[in-house]
């Protein structure tokens, strides 16, 4: 059984920093792109980053320079690590996967064939 799960979410202020993990059992997220996805109360899914299975990394332009997806393939894990967080980063946390090599095209999110539960991030002071 496919499962991702997500953590490492929480409250931080603004300008500070979290580091997200997607763990994955069932399968190994080396032969897998994976990608983190987040909703805003009120608002639709955004795609923020994606790591395709040869490493190549798409990151969203809101939050290119500030924040990093990156595999551990020891752990079996990928992170995402979110520098100078901002107040509208504040959203659900969602890791997600589907089958083959690469990325889903920016936006496709409905690509994604496996979802996380997800883990909230809240920026404030």
């Known amino acids: 059984q496919v499962q991702l799960v997500e953590s490492g979410g929480g409250l931080v202020q603004p300008g500070g920093s979290l580091r997200l993990s997607c763990a994955a059992s069932?399968?190994?997220?080396?032969?897998?792109?994976i990608g983190w996805i987040r909703q805003a109360p009120g608002k639709g899914r955004e795609g923020v980053a994606c790591?395709?299975?040869?490493?190549?990394?798409h990151v969203a332009d809101s939050v290119k320079g500030r924040f990093t997806i990156a595999r551990d393939n020891a752990k079996n894990t990928v992170s995402l690590q979110m520098n100078s967080l901002k107040p509208e980063d504040t959203a659900q946390y969602y890791c997600?996967?589907?089958?083959?090599?690469?990325?889903?095209?920016?936006?496709?999110?409905?690509?994604?064939?496996?979802w996380g539960q997800g883990t909230q991030v809240t920026v404030s002071s």
């Open positions: 069932g399968f190994s997220l080396d032969y897998y792109p």
């Open positions: 790591i395709s299975t040869n490493g190549r990394t």
């Open positions: 997600a996967t589907t089958r083959g090599y690469n990325c889903p095209p920016a936006g496709a999110l409905r690509d994604y064939t496996y």
